[in-house]
């Protein structure tokens, strides 16, 4: 099993940055991917960002060039920089590791962190 923790969201104002981690604990060596997916109310959950363990990086066309996905394996925790946010990027993001239990890919999920951008 994985566990996820999220924080660093909080209230920002239009143009302004965030940077959001994702703490893992349990089985990090049997993670594959982990990724930021944001749900915002009365839409549906989307990626956001995503990086492998190879640390190759995929973004929401919504987001690139505004934000960096990164990682850093000696704290077990993965960041997401999110620079010149929009009052649209108001969403809870939650973070989403894929990993192998045996043979099967399972996804897990944190709890969120709630991101507002507004003045």
């Known amino acids: 099993q994985v566990q996820l923790v999220e924080s660093g969201g909080g209230l920002v104002q239009p143009g302004g940055s965030l940077r959001l981690s994702c703490a893992a604990s349990g089985k990090i060596s049997s993670i594959n991917t982990i990724a930021w997916y944001r749900q915002a109310p009365g839409k549906e959950r989307e990626l956001v960002a995503a990086?492998?363990?190879?640390?190759?990086?995929n973004y929401a066309d919504s987001m690139k060039g505004r934000c960096t996905i990164s990682r850093d394996s000696t704290k077990n925790t993965v960041y997401l920089q999110m620079n010149s946010l929009k009052p649209e990027d108001t969403a809870v993001y939650y973070c989403n590791a894929q990993y192998f239990v045996g043979i099967r890919l399972h996804a897990g999920w944190g709890q969120g962190t709630q991101v507002t951008v507004s003045s």
């Open positions: 990086i492998t363990t190879a640390g190759s990086t």
